[in-house]
């Protein structure tokens, strides 16, 4: 049973940057892509970022040029370098393997974006 662990959330400001963590507990790491999605209130949960076992990347287009995803294999981590935060910005972020989702989603980390 694989389980996901997301870290790094908080409350910021417009302008400012996160990096969010996500560990991931047993299963074939390496050769899942791997992607952050947010859920905001009231809305459907969202890709935010994907990243594959070999590294290519893709964005959300309300994110590109703002957010980088990196991954570690070895360590089965997957992180999220998130700069130049906005209100909107504001979610519970979560990780999972990319569409279709493979894993149990975990708590997520909330992060606040004050304007």
């Known amino acids: 049973q694989v389980q996901l662990v997301e870290s790094g959330g908080e409350l910021v400001q417009t302008g400012g940057s996160l990096r969010l963590s996500c560990s991931a507990s047993?299963?074939?790491?390496?050769?899942?892509?791997m992607a952050w999605y947010r859920q905001a209130p009231g809305k459907e949960r969202e890709l935010v970022a994907a990243?594959?076992?070999?590294?290519?990347?893709k964005y959300a287009e309300f994110v590109k040029g703002r957010f980088t995803i990196s991954r570690d294999n070895v360590k089965k981590t997957v992180n999220l370098q998130m700069e130049s935060l906005r209100p909107e910005d504001t979610a519970v972020y979560y990780c999972n393997t990319g569409v279709p989702i493979k894993y149990s989603w975990g708590q997520g980390t909330q992060v606040t974006v004050s304007s």
């Open positions: 047993g299963g074939l790491f390496s050769i899942n892509t």
């Open positions: 990243i594959t076992g070999g590294g290519s990347r």
